[in-house]
Protein backbone atom coordinates (compact mmCIF):
# COMPACT_ATOMS: atom_id res chain seq x y z
CA UNK A 1 0.00 0.00 0.00
CA UNK A 2 1.23 3.49 -0.83
CA UNK A 3 0.58 6.66 0.98
CA UNK A 4 1.06 10.16 0.53
CA UNK A 5 1.61 12.85 3.60
CA UNK A 6 1.49 16.90 2.87
CA UNK A 7 2.90 19.61 4.46
CA UNK A 8 3.65 22.77 4.58
CA UNK A 9 0.52 24.75 3.76
CA UNK A 10 -0.99 27.79 6.24
CA UNK A 11 -1.09 31.03 5.91
CA UNK A 12 0.99 33.79 3.99
CA UNK A 13 0.00 37.21 2.60
CA UNK A 14 0.52 38.44 -0.38
CA UNK A 15 3.94 38.47 -1.73
CA UNK A 16 4.87 35.72 0.68
CA UNK A 17 6.57 32.36 0.26
CA UNK A 18 5.34 28.87 1.50
CA UNK A 19 7.34 25.34 1.17
CA UNK A 20 4.99 22.13 0.39
CA UNK A 21 6.38 18.79 0.98
CA UNK A 22 4.61 15.37 0.19
CA UNK A 23 6.16 12.27 0.94
CA UNK A 24 5.69 8.96 -0.13
CA UNK A 25 5.92 6.07 1.70
CA UNK A 26 4.98 2.25 1.16
CA UNK A 27 6.51 -0.78 -1.05
CA UNK A 28 7.61 1.50 -3.66
CA UNK A 29 9.78 0.18 -6.73
CA UNK A 30 9.79 3.21 -8.94
CA UNK A 31 8.27 6.19 -9.04
CA UNK A 32 7.63 8.50 -12.63
CA UNK A 33 5.67 11.63 -11.93
CA UNK A 34 5.06 13.36 -9.24
CA UNK A 35 2.68 16.98 -9.03
CA UNK A 36 0.41 19.28 -7.36
CA UNK A 37 -2.62 20.57 -7.85
CA UNK A 38 -5.12 22.47 -6.60
CA UNK A 39 -8.37 23.09 -6.20
CA UNK A 40 -10.27 26.87 -5.16
CA UNK A 41 -13.79 26.74 -3.87
CA UNK A 42 -16.17 26.25 -6.24
CA UNK A 43 -13.85 25.84 -8.58
CA UNK A 44 -12.69 22.56 -10.82
CA UNK A 45 -9.37 20.70 -9.48
CA UNK A 46 -6.32 22.10 -11.71
CA UNK A 47 -2.59 21.20 -11.99
CA UNK A 48 -0.31 23.41 -11.20
CA UNK A 49 3.12 21.67 -11.83
CA UNK A 50 4.56 18.18 -12.57
CA UNK A 51 7.74 17.08 -12.59
CA UNK A 52 8.95 13.80 -14.29
CA UNK A 53 11.71 11.11 -13.51
CA UNK A 54 14.22 12.55 -15.64
CA UNK A 55 13.35 16.07 -13.78
CA UNK A 56 11.79 17.92 -16.27
CA UNK A 57 8.62 19.98 -15.34
CA UNK A 58 5.66 21.60 -16.05
CA UNK A 59 3.68 24.34 -15.03
CA UNK A 60 0.41 26.29 -15.42
CA UNK A 61 0.96 29.89 -16.63
CA UNK A 62 -0.44 30.77 -13.93
CA UNK A 63 2.74 29.96 -11.65
CA UNK A 64 5.23 30.10 -13.94
CA UNK A 65 8.42 32.14 -12.62
CA UNK A 66 6.55 32.13 -9.25
CA UNK A 67 6.41 28.62 -7.59
CA UNK A 68 9.14 25.58 -8.38
CA UNK A 69 8.98 21.78 -7.92
CA UNK A 70 11.52 19.85 -7.31
CA UNK A 71 11.75 15.83 -6.00
CA UNK A 72 14.17 14.07 -4.04
CA UNK A 73 14.29 10.49 -5.54
CA UNK A 74 16.11 8.93 -2.27
CA UNK A 75 13.37 10.36 0.15
CA UNK A 76 10.51 9.62 -2.20
CA UNK A 77 9.52 13.25 -2.02
CA UNK A 78 8.36 16.13 -4.27
CA UNK A 79 8.29 19.55 -2.91
CA UNK A 80 6.63 22.90 -4.15
CA UNK A 81 8.07 25.96 -3.39
CA UNK A 82 5.71 28.69 -3.88
CA UNK A 83 6.90 32.51 -4.24
CA UNK A 84 5.15 35.98 -4.71
CA UNK A 85 1.82 34.47 -3.08
CA UNK A 86 -1.37 36.31 -5.01
CA UNK A 87 -5.08 35.76 -2.64
CA UNK A 88 -5.71 33.79 -5.99
CA UNK A 89 -3.30 31.09 -5.17
CA UNK A 90 -5.53 30.16 -2.38
CA UNK A 91 -6.76 26.49 -2.69
CA UNK A 92 -6.14 23.11 -1.24
CA UNK A 93 -3.18 21.62 -2.38
CA UNK A 94 -2.54 17.86 -3.56
CA UNK A 95 0.10 15.84 -4.13
CA UNK A 96 -0.21 13.23 -6.86
CA UNK A 97 2.24 10.30 -7.09
CA UNK A 98 2.57 7.93 -10.18
CA UNK A 99 4.47 4.71 -10.02
CA UNK A 100 4.82 0.74 -9.68
CA UNK A 101 4.98 -0.94 -6.41
CA UNK A 102 7.69 -3.58 -5.10
CA UNK A 103 5.33 -5.98 -6.46
CA UNK A 104 4.65 -4.38 -9.91
CA UNK A 105 1.22 -3.07 -9.38
CA UNK A 106 0.67 0.61 -10.70
CA UNK A 107 -0.52 3.07 -8.69
CA UNK A 108 -1.88 6.63 -8.71
CA UNK A 109 -2.43 8.18 -5.39
CA UNK A 110 -3.43 11.22 -4.05
CA UNK A 111 -2.42 13.33 -1.05
CA UNK A 112 -4.90 14.29 1.81
CA UNK A 113 -4.92 17.97 0.63
CA UNK A 114 -3.21 20.93 2.46
CA UNK A 115 -4.82 24.77 2.67
CA UNK A 116 -2.88 27.28 1.30
CA UNK A 117 -4.71 30.49 2.82
CA UNK A 118 -2.83 33.78 0.77
CA UNK A 119 -4.33 36.81 2.55
CA UNK A 120 -3.50 40.47 4.65
Known amino acids: QVQLVESGGGLAQPGGSLRLSCETS????????MAWSRQAPGEQRELVAD???????NYADSVKGRFTISRDNAKNTVYLEMNVLKPEDTAVYYC??????????????WGQGTQVTVSS
Open 26 to 33: GSIFIIST
Open 51 to 57: IASDGST
Open 96 to 109: NVIGFTARGTFFNE
